[in-house]
Every structure is written in structure tokens, then in C-alpha cells.
């Protein structure tokens, strides 16, 4: 327990891109610092949040409007944010999240051609405010990264958009991490391995000595 309120660090970019291995990676590295960590992810982080996310992700359901799509991912958000981030947060712990909000804008926003001032709007009622400390956000053409997920098994509802759902979710981060770039880190995800985790230490020494 520290009188420090802690980090919350979220992971973004399309799917199959190796953030929940870098999010691992991260997490080694800060326990081997002494920092107290939680992991999640969302849609889910919350038993309630992973009801939702089955919901969500199940591709039986590919006739879910853009809307109720949008509203479910902000119901999950608001349990996960009252429940496990801003507790985790309040005991000085750093919060490590495989996506938060900038996946709305990209997927909701920019794949599904939500105006942003709508998410902005409903935003305010399930983040109270709540924005990352950090935000690593993994690039790569979006063909790169599906390849990888459609073969780990059979592809989820948005593994199963096509192609330029993909590249309109891609433009999106790109301009989210034209925004506060102070705050985001853009990492190229067709680096290897060993020089994304290179460009993660010297983030994480960063972050540690400013905390
Ligand atoms: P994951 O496979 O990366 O865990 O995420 C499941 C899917 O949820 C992923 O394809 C992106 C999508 N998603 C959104 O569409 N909007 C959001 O706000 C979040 C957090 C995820």
C-alpha cells in the first residue's frame, strides 16, 4: 500500500498485434521494480464485464447494431472503472488494461462510423473522467495482424469484419495517437520482439522515474 495513486497504462491497436504479450512483458518487468500490478482487459475485466464481452465477441450474433454494440462496451466499462481500475488505482497499484477507451473511438468510431461527439457524450457517463496515464499503442497493416489472430481459431464477430472496417479502425488509432502524444507511444508491431520489449523498458524507466 503507498500513499501514491498508481499508474494505469492501457495497450491498444487492431487485433493479432501482441499487446497481451507486451502487457506480459510490462508486467515482469514492473513486479521485478517492487510495483504492486493488476492485469485486465476489456470488453470484460468484471464477471458482469465478461458476460458482456461473450455477448460481444460471439459471432452468432453478427446482426448486433452498431449501437447496442457501443452501449454494451460502455456498460462493461463502467462496472470494470467502478469496481477494479479506480480501487486498484486509490491503493497506489499500476493498472495494466489489454484496451480501454481509445479501442471505442478506433472500432466504434472510426470501424463503425459512430460520431465521435456521441462517444465523447457517453463517455462522461461511464468514465467519470478516468483517461490512461499511459497509452502504448501497436501499428501494424491491419492484413498482419488479423492473419495472426484468424490463426489462433475460429474468428470472432469482429474478426470476422472486412478489410476496410479494419483499415478505418487502423486511421483512427493513428489520429488518437497524433493526440497527446506525450501521453501515447506509437510502436511499430512488425518490429521483432526483442526491439519492441527494448522500446517497452525504456518507456517503463521513464514512467518509474516520473512517478
Ligand atoms: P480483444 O480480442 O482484443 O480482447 O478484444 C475483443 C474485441 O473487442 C476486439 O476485436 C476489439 C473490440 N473492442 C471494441 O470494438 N471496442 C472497445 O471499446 C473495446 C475495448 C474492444
Redesign the pocket.
Known amino acids: 500500500m503507498t500513499d501514491r495513486r498508481g499508474l494505469f497504462i492501457t495497450f491498444e491497436g487492431?487485433?493479432g498485434l501482441g499487446?497481451?504479450t507486451n502487457l506480459n512483458y510490462f508486467s515482469d518487468l514492473a513486479r521485478q521494480h517492487g510495483i504492486s500490478i493488476e492485469i485486465s482487459?476489456?470488453?470484460?475485466g468484471t464477471p458482469l464485464g465478461e458476460e458482456i464481452?461473450k455477448m460481444?465477441?460471439d459471432s452468432s450474433l453478427d446482426s448486433m447494431n452498431s449501437m447496442t454494440?457501443?452501449l454494451l462496451?460502455?456498460a462493461?466499462?463502467a462496472s470494470h472503472i467502478a469496481t477494479k481500475i479506480e480501487p486498484a488505482l486509490a491503493a497506489g497499484n499500476w493498472f495494466l488494461c489489454?484496451?480501454?477507451?481509445?479501442?471505442?473511438?478506433?472500432?466504434?468510431g472510426g470501424?463503425?462510423k459512430i460520431d465521435d461527439r456521441i462517444i465523447v457524450q457517453l463517455e462522461k457517463l461511464t468514465n467519470v473522467g478516468l483517461r490512461p496515464d499511459f497509452t502504448f499503442l501497436f501499428d501494424a497493416p491491419p492484413e498482419v495482424g488479423l492473419s495472426r489472430?484468424i490463426n489462433r481459431g475460429e474468428p470472432?464477430?469482429?474478426?470476422k469484419e472486412e478489410m476496410d472496417f479494419y483499415r478505418r479502425?487502423r486511421s483512427a488509432y493513428l489520429e488518437l495517437a497524433k493526440k497527446n502524444p506525450e501521453y501515447k507511444l506509437l510502436i511499430d508491431a512488425t518490429q521483432s520482439i526483442p526491439a519492441i520489449q527494448k522500446i517497452l523498458k525504456k518507456q517503463f524507466n521513464l514512467l518509474l522515474s516520473s512517478w
Open positions: 487492431t487485433d499487446k497481451s482487459r476489456e470488453p470484460g464481452r460481444l465477441i454494440e457501443l462496451i460502455l462493461a466499462r489489454d484496451r480501454f477507451s481509445d479501442a471505442t473511438y478506433a472500432y466504434q470501424g463503425r489472430a470472432d464477430r469482429f474478426e479502425v
